[in-house]
Structure formats: structure tokens, C-alpha cells
Nanobody
Framework: QVQLVESGGGSVQAGGSLRLSCVAS????????MGWFRQAPGKEREGVAAIDGAGKTFYADSVKGRFIISEDKAKKILYLQMNSLKPEDTGMYYC??????????????????????WGQGTQVAVSS
């Protein structure tokens, strides 16, 4: 069974930074697409960033240039470095894993299609 556990959330002022971590355990491969999603109160969950089995990264337009997704395959940890945080970045952040080396593309870009395993989330609050 695959388990994903996020940490690193917290409260920061606008312009600040946070680094989220997601530790994976269980029967998992290290060459699969993994991603970060977030959900703000009253809004739908949205994709933030993803990294495929080859290490190629993908970002939502709203976070490009500010967030960096990376992974330590040896330790099975997925990271999300969040810089220049804005109040609109507030929400619950989840890491998730697909069963494919490829991340959703085309019209499914930054969607949760194929992401079958999810963590419980870590809360991020950005104040103005």
C-alpha cells in the first residue's frame, strides 16, 4: 500500500517562502509522475506542479517562476519550494502520485487525471 505524508505547511506573510515535503512509503516506484495540488476554501482542487518519471517539471501558470517542484528519489521525498507567496496561494496542499511515468498532458494538463494516491494535505496560509 502506498502512503504519502505531507509536511512543511504554515502561516507566512506575502512575499515569504515555504518548502513542502511529501514522504512516500510502501510499495512504490520512484519513476512515476508525482504532483502537488491545492484547494482553497470554497474552490475546486487545482494542480500546482508535477514532475514526471524522467524529471521533467510542469507548472500551473499561476505559480510559474515562483514555485519549484523537485524530488529526492533515493529518499522518496517530493518537494515543493514556494517563493514570493501571495494570499491567493492559501489553501490545503496535497501531494499525489500516478501509476505512470508520464504526467497528464494536453487537455488534462494540471488535472488530477490518473493521480490515484493522495496524501492528507498540509495547510498553507499567506497573509497580506
Amino acid at each position: 500500500q502506498v502512503q504519502l505524508v505531507e509536511s512543511g505547511g504554515g502561516s507566512v506573510q506575502a512575499g515569504g517562502s515555504l518548502r513542502l515535503s511529501c514522504v512516500a512509503s510502501g510499495d512504490i516506484s520512484t519513476d512515476l509522475c508525482m504532483g502537488w495540488f491545492r484547494q482553497a476554501p470554497g474552490k475546486e482542487r487545482e494542480g500546482v506542479a508535477a514532475i514526471d518519471g524522467a524529471g521533467k517539471t510542469f507548472y500551473a501558470d499561476s505559480v510559474k517562476g515562483r514555485f519549484i517542484i523537485s524530488e529526492d528519489k533515493a529518499k522518496k521525498i517530493l518537494y515543493l519550494q514556494m517563493n514570493s507567496l501571495k494570499p491567493e496561494d492559501t489553501g490545503m496542499y496535497y501531494c499525489a502520485r500516478t501509476g505512470s511515468a508520464y504526467c497528464p498532458a494536453g487537455r488534462y494538463y494540471m488535472t488530477d487525471r490518473g493521480f490515484h494516491y493522495w496524501g492528507q494535505g498540509t495547510q498553507v496560509a499567506v497573509s497580506s
